[in-house]
């Protein structure tokens, strides 16, 4: 069942669920299609375009054009880095700062569909930063939950910058961890000045009630300020 956070004629928010894609697909599960079929249903117009991604592996809020005039504004502002973007993350370990600046430079493999963290610039590294703040610790599994805020938008990067650090997202294979479910990373918050309108867009999804995130109910959600957890 599709989850739409906020709709208007230029653009929308939704959730996508963890395995679904972000970006069209002639055969695979994917957003643009889910929300054309949801919009069709309702005799809407289906236009729907990507404007920016989430990893496959990936949950939580989106932000689609529904209008061919307005694509290249929200793109442009995904660009600028004017989209405010937050996640959940849980990482196997515990963090020595309960908050911080992460800074890195990363080179992503695109044979492998792998990123990694370099000690120089060369071609086609590029600088990554994110922020995050410690929201709490499960000590009986070393499980610690952090707010992340991304500050730039690299491939993998919320994955690659932990890993390197030693505290690899919860379930990541790709990065280091155990296969003990999905990668606990989740797109909970955006926030945005709407191209058109000029008014604020500013929406909040939590995680699904599900392991790992129900080790952590009580803080995720105190920070979606009493968002029900349970959709």
């Not at 299609?33 to 920016?52: C, E, N, S």
């Not at 515990?94 to 080179?107: N, V």
């Not at 086609?124 to 995050?132: D, E, F, N, P, T």
């Not at 392991?211 to 920070?223: H, M």
Request: proline content about 5%; some cysteine; glycine content about 6%.
């Amino acid at each position: 069942m599709m989850k739409l956070l906020y709709e208007d004629k230029h653009l929308c928010l939704a959730v996508k669920p963890t395995g679904v894609l972000s970006e069209d697909h002639p055969t695979k599960a994917c957003m643009p299609a889910l929300l054309r079929g949801y919009f069709q249903g309702l005799g809407k117009p289906d236009y729907i375009a990507t404007v920016h991604r989430l990893d496959k592996v990936v949950g939580g809020v989106m932000l689609f054009s529904r209008s061919a005039a307005v694509t290249g504004k929200l793109t442009g502002l995904i660009a600028r880095h004017e989209v405010e973007k937050e996640y959940f993350a849980i990482l196997r370990g515990r963090p020595e700062r309960e908050e911080d600046t992460l800074e890195d430079l990363l080179f992503h493999d695109s044979t492998h569909n792998k990123s990694y963290v370099v000690t120089r610039e060369r071609k086609g590294v590029r600088k990554a930063s994110l922020s995050y703040k410690v929201l709490g610790y499960c000590q009986a599994e070393d499980l610690t939950l952090v707010r992340v805020r991304l500050h730039t938008g690299r491939t993998h990067q919320i994955r690659v910058q932990f890993s390197h650090r030693k505290l690899p997202l919860l379930g990541d294979i790709r990065y280091g961890s155990k296969a003990d479910c999905d990668p606990a990373l989740w797109s909970f918050h955006l926030a945005f000045t709407h191209p058109v309108t000029k008014k604020r867009v500013d929406v909040v999804a939590a995680p699904p009630a599900e392991y790992p995130w129900t080790l952590f109910e009580e803080e995720i959600g105190a920070v979606c300020d009493r968002i029900d957890m349970y959709p």
